[in-house]
């Protein structure tokens, strides 16, 4: 825990002194907030849309692409470590290697919480109504999806050694995951092979859990799907990143 701690602070301290990522990383949730959230408003009464208020659809999606977009890019600043020598000087350090892969999660955990929070007071001047319960357990829904996500850039990074073909590989995971999870437009307007792919696409569940527990219906299916769904991602991903920390860190 010690270790953990240490690293973890020492990661924030990093991010404070270069807050670039952090604001980098919202202005595109907040571009989409700002510039096609107004769009959704002609079709508000659309079915598959909350009649009267668009925001109410988006918001909640935008939310999940902030972290979808905003962890699975965290292995950049792993990678800058790995070219800088930073893990290479921990081998000769007692620090716990399990803490060490932890304290990066951590810090990238807290960085997510930080920018969903203030996306979230963004839309509330465009309208969003939020649910308290529902907005807490959504806090841990984007964690679990934030766990995952940073675990498996964190492990590309690990494996790949040429940042462009590392944001290439994410870069083609991630703009499918976000179509298909229907943040932007409902699945339901496309053809059927859409509709197909979007099911077995693991950010569906989040963004429809997302929608419902902004209006407090705790008690949807979605809500159940989409923590079973990302609590065994998120652990899953975890330990194959702690295996791989434990490797690179041997």
């Known amino acids: 825990m010690r270790d953990m701690y ?17 604001i980098s990383g919202l202005f595109q949730p907040i571009i989409y907030l700002l510039l096609f959230g107004p769009l959704l408003n002609g079709i508000a009464s659309t079915r598959g849309l909350p009649g009267g208020n668009a925001i109410q659809f988006f918001a909640p999606g935008l939310l999940i692409m902030n972290a979808l977009f905003g962890a699975g890019f ?6 800058d470590k790995l070219d800088s020598g930073f893990l290479e000087r921990l081998r000769v350090t007692p620090i716990s290697r399990l803490s060490l892969a932890l304290g990066f999660i951590m810090q990238s955990s807290v960085n997510l919480v930080i920018q969903s929070v203030a996306l979230i007071v963004c839309a509330f001047f465009f309208g969003l109504r939020l649910d308290v319960l529902g907005g807490v357990a959504l806090v841990f829904l984007i964690l679990l999806i934030g766990i995952t996500m940073a675990s498996i850039s964190y492990r590309l990074a690990l494996v790949i050694r040429e940042g462009g073909i590392l944001a290439g590989i994410i870069n083609t995971f991630v703009l499918p995951a976000m179509i298909l999870s229907g943040i932007m437009l409902p699945v339901s307007f496309g053809p059927p092979i859409i509709q197909w792919l979007a099911r077995i696409d693991p950010f569906l569940y989040a963004v429809n859990a997302s929608r419902a527990l902004v209006t407090g219906t705790l008690a949807d299916s979605s809500v159940l799907a989409a923590f079973l769904v990302f609590g065994a991602l998120a652990a899953l991903t975890l330990a194959i990143f702690i295996h791989g920390m434990r490797e690179a860190v041997a």
């Open 6 to 22: 240490l690293i973890t602070l020492n990661e924030l301290r990093v991010t404070m002194r270069n807050p670039f990522w952090s």
């Open 74 to 79: 965290e292995g950049f600043t792993l990678r």
